[in-house]
């Protein structure tokens, strides 16, 4: 199961309903932060995600992205947590995002690393998924990240295995599903292959931070299961967009729609908008074939894997 829960979505500026950005990611367990903006605490809190995260995931430095990170150090640190906890960051972060973690002159109880990755790069890598940096384009030092999972097995044929080749059930349906050919009692040998489909992919999650529309975002977000993305503007304020480095809905749904992503999820929103938010959602769904929202803090969505008739 992985489970993504919307922590912030405003823009730079906070409103009544909107927190600054903040994403919590839960795979099968492994928990993850994206960004840390002012109060994501209190959102950690508020939508029960827990406070079990081993990484923080920093996109850029400006504040509405990393100005929680004092506070969530300090509480997590009160309430006596001794499990590591690393934070990466984008070219240059290293020294102000330590001096995050110091402020005030505060030493965590536990042990906190901060790491700087280039896009391109795998900033966390596990036998059963990677999380990837890509480039992204926003005035300053900035990376995307996206979690790729590897290849599943393919999916074995019970039915196959025993009524059309007679292979009685036990260890061999193991090594088969395994990759490796069994020798019957008869002297024949299965390959793998005859009961065995072809590996079935895993999911890919991609999430932009605030950026310009861009040709990486659209590489590394191939079929997506969802892909986050700034939509801080309106298509009347494009040229706002440009000057400020940031995408509008349509942009967004453009760059889903060229990466055949299955949902887009709309973020960073503006708070000029406060009252007419769902036109960015409209705006998007006419770009886009797929799946394309406007999660609100709190929202909390489940991605499954591809196949719906998972076993």
Request: with cysteine; proline share 7%.
């Amino acid at each position: 199961m992985i489970r993504v829960t919307f922590l912030g979505t405003s823009g730079a500026v906070p409103t009544v309903a909107r927190a600054p950005s903040a994403l919590y990611l839960n795979r099968e367990g492994d928990e993850f932060l994206f960004d840390c903006g002012e109060g994501t605490q209190r959102q950690m809190m508020r939508f029960g995600t827990g406070f079990g995260f081993s990484h923080l995931f920093v996109t850029h430095l400006h504040g509405d992205h990393v100005l929680g990170i004092p506070g969530l150090i300090q509480s997590l640190s009160f309430n006596d947590r001794e499990a590591p906890l690393a934070i990466h960051g984008p070219p240059g972060s290293k020294r102000h995002l330590t001096e995050l973690v110091h402020a005030a002159g505060h030493d965590p109880s536990f042990p906190v690393t901060v790491h700087e990755v280039r896009p391109g790069a795998v900033a966390l890598d596990r036998e059963e998924y990677e999380i990837r940096t890509f480039e992204t384009d926003h005035r300053t030092s900035s990376v995307g990240y996206a979690l790729v999972e590897a290849d599943r097995k393919g999916r074995f044929d019970r039915e196959k295995a025993e009524r059309e080749l007679d292979i009685p059930p036990g260890p061999a349906y193991g090594k088969l599903h395994d990759g490796q050919p069994v020798e019957l009692d008869d002297g024949r040998v299965i390959e793998p292959e005859q009961v065995v489909g072809p590996p079935r992919p895993g999911r890919r999650i991609v999430y932009t931070g605030d950026t310009r529309p861009v040709d990486a975002t659209v590489e590394v977000a191939e079929g997506a299961d969802l892909l986050v993305h700034d939509a801080t503007f309106l298509d009347e304020d494009a040229e706002r967009a440009r000057q400020t480095a940031h995408s509008t809905a349509v942009e967004a749904a453009r760059i889903a729609d060229r990466a055949g992503a299955k949902r887009l999820a709309l973020t960073h929103v503006s708070s000029r908008y406060a009252g007419r938010a769902r036109n960015l959602e409209r705006e998007a769904r006419e770009a886009f074939d797929g799946e394309a929202f406007l999660p609100d803090d709190g929202d909390e969505i489940e991605v499954p894997y591809p196949e719906t008739d998972e076993e």
